[in-house]
């Protein structure tokens, strides 16, 4: 009976030595996951509101940098990882000039991939809330404008196109214009009436018509 107790005792010992030494390193460890996963889902927080703040403008970087970055953050969530892979598909198929419900049925998509990512980051949002969308019609001159600016300008360089030039009226002066007339007047008188110069000897050598 001793003996047993005696064991107990020492089992016990052992016990909490090892609960002693192990207790900071657990702690640690515990501190390290909590950080993992607090900064994991402010990654994934971040991701969501930029896709959220940006998709009446799908094509801006922050759009673009938040949508490449969901296969990192949500890397072996099935849910949301399915529904990019169907976005990322649509994206990369026909253009909108061939298929004309390309652009509904990506917005059908995006939206569909918000309500994925926003269920884990805790934000239940319907279609319409999705779809409830402030973008003033400025924006959407200035972005139209600045893409025709950009296409001319490539196509400018690359010697696609070129600038058309309309000459409206030409600065002159009476005393101009009395020179030109002159001028071309003296110029007919050089000239025969089959184009050839009018060439005279004169005393010296050669001499053309035109005085």
């Not at 419900?101 to 991939?113: A, E, H, P, Q, Y």
């Not at 269920?119 to 400025?138: D, L």
């Amino acid at each position: 009976m001793v003996d047993l107790v005696a064991d107990s005792l020492r089992l016990s010992d052992w016990v909490i030595a090892g609960c002693t030494l192990l207790g900071p390193v657990l702690a640690v460890q515990a501190q390290k996951w909590v950080e993992g996963f607090r900064e994991k889902r402010s990654r994934r927080l971040t991701i969501f509101r930029t896709l959220m703040a940006t998709r009446a403008q799908n094509l801006s970087a922050a759009h673009v940098e938040a949508l490449n970055a969901v296969p990192i953050d949500f890397y072996k969530d099935k849910k949301v990882m399915d529904a990019w892979e169907e976005y990322f598909m649509h994206l990369t198929s026909a253009p909108p000039a061939i298929d004309p419900t390309w652009g509904s049925r990506r917005i059908d998509l995006f939206v569909k991939l918000l309500a994925a990512i926003g269920s884990r980051v805790g934000y239940q949002f319907n279609v319409a809330e999705m779809n409830r969308i402030y973008f003033p019609n400025a924006h959407s001159d200035l972005d139209e404008q600045q893409n025709f600016v950009r296409k001319a300008v490539v196509g400018l360089l690359k010697g696609e196109i070129s600038l058309p030039v309309e000459i409206k009226s030409a600065p002159s002066s009476p005393e101009a214009v009395a020179l030109q007339t002159e001028l071309a007047a003296r110029m007919s008188k050089a000239y025969n009436e089959d184009g050839s110069l009018k060439v005279m000897l004169v005393e010296g050598g050669f001499g053309s018509a035109l005085k």
